[in-house]
Nanobody, 124 residues
Framework: QVQLVESGGGLVQAGGSLRLSCAAS????????MGWFRQDLGKEREFVAA????????NYADLVKGRFSISRDNVLNVVYLQMNNLKPEDTAVYRC?????????????????WGQGTQVTVSS
């Protein structure tokens, strides 16, 4: 099992930027795909971004394409989510997740390890 701890959330004005980090410890991290999901109060959990085990491939939800960027450092065991041009509708709790395999996926059921989340609030 991998322990995941997110950081970097906060309050930002629309148009601003935040960089989320997800530190992993425990089980091997570098052979698994990783993802970011978000959920706001009263809404369904939604996929944000995913990255392959090597970092060579990425995938983004249409709502964040061109604004968010996912990356990883397999030496430091950290996954990042750079969020630019934030909008009020990006407000949510953001959670990173470790996939069961090296396969990159948007399906939350394919992820076995989850962090507690970090709150991102974007004011208009």
């Amino acid at each position: 099992q991998v322990q995941l701890v997110e950081s970097g959330g906060g309050l930002v004005q629309a148009g601003g930027s935040l960089r989320l980090s997800c530190a992993a410890s425990g089980r091997t991290f570098s052979d698994r795909a990783m993802g970011w999901f978000r959920q706001d109060l009263g809404k369904e959990r939604e996929f944000v971004a995913a990255i392959s085990w090597s970092g060579g491939r990425t995938n983004y939800a249409d709502l964040v394409k061109g604004r968010f960027s996912i990356s990883r450092d397999n030496v430091l065991n950290v996954v990042y989510l750079q969020m630019n041009n934030l909008k009020p509708e990006d407000t949510a709790v953001y959670r990173c997740a470790g996939a069961r395999t090296h396969l990159m996926t948007t399906d939350p059921l394919a992820y076995s390890d989850w962090g507690q989340g970090t709150q991102v609030t974007v004011s208009s």
